[in-house]
């Protein structure tokens, strides 16, 4: 449904018009630490590198003004932003504004080990009461893995965003990168998924997540030495 100025998804108002300087950064849901939030990281960062290092916006304007969420800011808002404009997103590539597709705009990915996601959602659900109750860390998992969670499967957010069209206007980063200067121990940027997973459900996950993402070019090193996702 649209009108004149804006596109209206499932009651949810977006700009109609992407800009070809807009720059998204885009993660699923979750996939931060709750003490290192690369979301809110990057809307520190990205208005630094648009502004040619200006610290102006970044100490004088909000970074939910300065780099808004793309599912919750109003339309209006984001359509009187100043070009070059950054916007952060947990939307699947297919539910972007009409007109990103035809746009120039570029595209940061951030993704995270997925079993760290899945145990940051479980704490996420447990904390939240505007969600259902998890159940246990099992019964969690298992609605992880069908896809009965806000945005859906892990592995079909991925996949849309290795979507051809977008060409070379993506840059793919882990997250276990990012946190490599700021933390020096493996166990430290593994995150906390060795707390929750018996030897039984991992291999479950692993099994379940690979065969998710057969034939899209993405390897995994389930080393829990290297414990990283690789994008070549």
């Given at each position: 449904m649209e009108n004149e100025k804006y596109l209206t998804y499932h009651g949810l108002m977006c700009p109609k018009k992407s800009h070809s300087e807009d720059v998204f950064c885009i993660s699923y849901s979750k996939s931060v630490m709750n003490h290192i939030n690369c979301t809110v990281w990057m809307q520190e960062i990205i208005p630094l590198l648009l502004n040619g290092g200006d610290f102006t916006p970044v100490q004088t304007i909000p970074n939910w003004e300065r780099v808004p969420w793309l599912e919750a800011t109003p339309a209006l808002f984001v359509d009187k932003m100043i070009s070059p404009r950054a916007m952060v997103s947990h939307m699947p590539y297919h539910l972007m504004p009409s007109s990103f597709f035809s746009?120039?705009?570029k595209i940061i990915y951030i993704t995270r080990d997925p079993r760290d996601v899945l145990v940051s959602s479980f704490h996420f659900h447990r904390m939240a009461n505007f969600l259902d109750n998890p159940g246990t860390f099992e019964e969690f998992a298992a609605k992880f893995l069908a896809g009965k969670v806000f945005y859906g499967k892990w592995a079909d957010h991925v996949k849309s965003?290795?979507?051809?069209?977008i060409g070379d206007r993506i840059l793919y980063i882990k997250y276990e990168e990012m946190i490599q200067v700021k933390l020096q121990s493996y166990q430290e940027i593994a995150g906390?998924?060795?707390?929750?997973?018996?030897p039984e459900l991992e291999a479950k996950f692993i099994?379940?997540?690979?065969?998710?993402?057969?034939?899209?070019g993405i390897r995994f090193y389930w080393d829990e030495e290297e414990n990283e996702i690789s994008f070549n």
């Open positions: 746009s120039k705009a965003w290795r979507n051809p069209d906390d998924w060795k707390n929750h997973f018996s099994a379940a997540i690979n065969e998710e993402m057969k034939g899209y």
